[in-house]
């Protein structure tokens, strides 16, 4: 099992492909920073991966499309718990939840 800095080294490289990539869904809040995207142009993967604190577990996988819609909906109604400001749609924001994987090492 990789250590918590490896998870975040790894989170932080996942993080950054959902943000180039379009359409994408990241969120972080106290909990955890959860990323969904396409693995390339075509859509028919998704990568989904999520990167719990303070333990720093790392849970990543590739799913096709229609789990990809289950998930988003499942996370969208998690969301409620944590509010809209956990999601991250400004590179300020991207900066912060990057920022945040330092804490785990």
Do not use: H
């Not at 920073?33 to 075509?42: F, I």
């Not at 719990?52 to 799913?63: H, K, R, S, V, W």
């Amino acid at each position: 099992m990789a250590d918590k800095a490896e998870n975040a080294k790894a989170f932080g490289l996942l993080l950054a492909q959902a943000w180039e990539n379009t359409p994408s869904f990241i969120c972080s809040n106290d909990d955890y920073m959860y990323v969904l995207y396409p693995l390339d142009d075509t859509m028919e993967k998704w990568v989904e991966a999520s990167l719990t604190f303070p333990d720093g577990t790392l849970d990543q996988q590739e799913i096709p499309p229609i789990k990809a819609i289950a998930l988003l909906v499942e996370e969208l109604k998690v969301l409620s718990s944590y509010g809209v400001e956990s999601l991250v749609s400004s590179k300020g924001k991207l900066d912060a939840a990057a920022g945040r994987l330092g804490t785990l090492t």
